[in-house]
């Protein structure tokens, strides 16, 4: 019983105080707070970092549909040379109608690999290939935003994706310019290519818009604003 009172007493002494246990790699640094650091940038990986190559083969796979088949096999060679330039091999499967990368002894970039994932992702969600390539640059990512599941009413969920878009996708394009990164609307999907941060505006403004929470024109007023 007195361990019960002494545990309840110490949890009283500590309500208010705001306890932060720091260890000594917790220590503040002296760019922490250095304005001139863009946190966001990705370092350009170097091929002389790993010139062993890779242990295991990875491959990931993913099915496209039937309407882009014929684009697919027309641009395919553009993708498979592309890709060829950091070592990773492709396989169109027009039977299963699916699209598959993995890695060969010549990849050197263990991440390149998830690069080439995206990048049969983008296709398949309708990106022209020359603006899907562009993914497996260092400094581009790519988001998914899955749109469908967000509201089961068909009508509100058209009129959701058109204010979107805009009048003659004038809305989409303030969007695409003040983010700087490239959006795709197509079906129940948001394709959208660009920095981390761009990708992240872009997922809270189609999420809101889909949810009814806030209207596009609301962000970009704010982004405006900030800029």
């Keep these: 019983m007195a361990s019960a009172d002494e545990a309840n007493a110490a949890a009283e002494g500590t309500e208010g105080k705001n306890w932060q246990r720091k260890g000594k790699h917790k220590k503040e640094k002296p760019w922490d707070d250095d304005p001139n650091i863009d946190r966001w940038t990705v370092e350009k990986f170097d091929p002389s970092w790993n010139e062993g190559g890779l242990l295991e083969v990875s491959s990931f796979s993913t099915l496209f549909p039937q309407y882009r088949e014929k684009y697919l096999q027309e641009t395919w060679p553009i993708v498979k040379g592309a890709l060829k330039e950091f070592g990773v091999s492709c396989e169109l499967n027009l039977v299963e109608g699916s699209m598959t990368v993995s890695t060969t002894r010549k990849t050197r970039d263990p991440y390149i690999i998830l690069k080439a994932r995206d990048l049969i992702k983008l296709l398949s969600r309708s990106v022209p290939a020359p603006q899907a390539i562009k993914v497996l640059n260092d400094e581009m990512n790519c ?60 997922r ?24």
Excluded: W
Excluded at 174 to 200: D, H, P, R
Excluded at 204 to 227: G, L, S
């Design 143 to 202: 988001d998914i935003v899955k749109i469908g599941s967000i509201i089961r009413n068909k009508e509100r969920f058209v009129k959701r994706r058109e204010r979107l878009l805009g009048p003659n996708l004038s809305t989409l394009k303030a969007i695409e310019i003040l983010t700087g990164c490239y959006i795709l609307v197509q079906g129940n999907t948001v394709a959208a290519m660009g920095s981390f941060k761009g990708l992240k505006q872009v």
């Design 204 to 227: 809270k403004i189609v999420e809101d818009c889909i949810k009814n929470i806030k209207h596009p024109v609301y962000h970009i007023k704010v982004i405006c604003f900030v800029f």
